[in-house]
């Protein structure tokens, strides 16, 4: 069974840094695409960033130059370090695995998300 | 970025009903489209995939069509535990969702 399980969010000051992590289980992670994705409180889903195999790396512009997505295959999880995180930034994190077709890719399994709220 | 528009925001049915959610993107994606149900408190779930392709373990009586930029998604008979929130996705370029669609109990 495929699980996904978030954790690392919390209270943070504007300006100040965390790091999410997505232990993965149930799957060789290795092998597959995997990204984080947000909603903040009562609104929609928002793509943050994405890291295939290869470890290329995207993310959306808001998020650019300030998150760092990575992952460590030997320990099966996935991160995301956010610095310099600003109001906006107030959201329930995901992670999900993503399924490559032809080049694209799709997200499968989400985890329960953790969340991150940036407040003084 | 690709924008998704979704329509209508909220729909009210009742038990029994045919349901249609339609997406339309702001330029073609191919059929590179999927569907997400997503209750309150919980992930959301994969629907269908490639805008047409049913996830495993998700029941038929979900269907979607469409391409370039107009896509439905379908219930057929809509149950109990299909009151959600559904969202459509692009995934020809950098993800993109549209703003949900609220299926209530009428």
């Known amino acids: 069974e495929v699980q996904l399980l978030e954790s690392g969010g919390g209270l943070v000051q504007p300006g100040g840094s965390l790091r999410l992590s997505c232990a993965a289980s149930?799957?060789?992670?290795?092998?597959?695409?995997m990204a984080w994705l947000r909603q903040a409180p009562g609104k929609g889903l928002e793509w943050v960033s994405g890291?295939?195999?290869?470890?290329?790396?995207h993310y959306r512009d808001s998020v650019k130059g300030r998150f760092i997505i990575s992952r460590d295959n030997s320990k099966n999880t996935l991160y995301l370090q956010m610095n310099a995180l600003r109001a906006e930034d107030t959201a329930l994190y995901y992670c999900?695995?993503?399924?490559?077709?032809?080049?694209?890719?799709?997200?499968?399994?989400w985890g329960q998300g953790t969340l991150v709220t940036v407040s003084s | 970025d690709i924008q998704m528009t979704q329509s209508p925001s909220t729909l009210s049915a009742s038990v029994g009903d045919r349901v249609t959610i339609t997406c339309r993107a702001s330029?073609?994606?191919?059929?590179?489209l999927a569907w997400y149900q997503q209750k309150p408190g919980k992930a959301p779930k994969l629907l269908i995939y490639?805008?047409?392709s049913l996830q495993s373990g998700v029941p038929s009586r979900f269907s979607g069509s469409g391409s370039g930029t107009e896509f439905t998604l379908t219930i057929s008979s809509l149950q109990p535990d299909d009151f959600a929130t559904y969202y459509c996705?692009?995934?020809?370029?950098?993800?993109?969702f549209g703003q949900g669609t609220k299926v209530e109990i009428k």
């Open positions: 999900a695995r993503a399924i490559a077709v032809a080049e694209k890719h799709y997200s499968d399994y």
């Open positions: 149930g799957f060789s992670f290795g092998y597959y695409a």
């Open positions: 890291i295939v195999s290869g470890d290329i790396t």
């Open positions: 330029q073609s994606i191919s059929s590179w």
């Open positions: 490639t805008t047409s």
């Open positions: 996705q692009q995934y020809y370029g950098s993800w993109t």
